[in-house]
């Protein structure tokens, strides 16, 4: 029954115990394992979310409940300013290439349902008139 885990979330369970607070934020239904090991594996473990509530308890964990949707885009831009450009540009590229693939296949789909139809011997313009 000894399964391996993967070597990030053997890494998150070290840093659970050296935050035991966390544990007390699943107890207490103000956050899911799921949900902090995400903060953890985007934020790192030297964020400031991460700081030592055990003294605060009662406070803290309302005011992390509540935390608006502005301060989370706020968190993910600070994110992406520390992104490399040329990184993130290489990704952009990769997920453009990769969407047209998608599209190119796509589109073989459709003409495929339409070659039948594009067979037959009338003209190919609409609009085309004959001369006498």
Do not use: C
């Amino acid at each position: 029954m000894s399964k391996k885990l993967h070597p990030s979330v053997q890494k998150f369970k070290e840093f659970v115990k050296k935050n035991p607070h966390l544990i007390n934020e699943v107890k207490q239904g103000t956050s899911t394992w799921q949900e902090l090991y995400e903060e953890w594996y985007l934020l790192g473990e030297d964020d400031s979310r991460w700081g030592s509530s055990s003294s605060n308890d009662g406070g803290k964990k309302e005011e992390k409940s509540s935390e608006s949707d502005g301060e989370i885009v706020g968190l993910i831009w600070n994110r992406l300013k520390k992104m490399d450009p040329n990184q993130l540009q290489s990704h952009i590229s990769s997920l453009s290439e990769a969407i047209g693939a998608v599209q190119g296949i796509l589109s073989q789909f459709q003409g495929n349902k339409n070659a039948p139809k594009s067979g037959s011997s009338g003209p190919s313009n609409p609009f085309s008139f004959r001369k006498d």
